[in-house]
C-alpha cells in the first residue's frame, strides 16, 4: 500500500487535484468529497496503466506543510 500527495485546489465550478507523484494525473469534482474519490480513481488507474506498458511506478516522496505568517 502506498499513500500518494494530492494537491485540491478550489475552482469556479467546484475543485481540481493533481499529485506531484504522478505527473499528468488529475481529476476534477463538484465537492471536494468527489474530487477525492475521483482522483483515488485516477491513481489506481494511472498506475495500471504504467505496470501495463512496463514502466517504473514512483515511489511517493511528496510531503506538504504550512507555513503561518501573519495576515
Known sequence: MSRYLIIIEETDTGYSAY???LPGCVA???TRQEV???MHDAIEFHLEGLRLAGETVPKPHSEASYCEVAA
Open 19 to 21: 499529485s506531484p507523484d
Open 36 to 38: 477525492q474519490q475521483e
Open 28 to 30: 476534477t469534482g463538484r
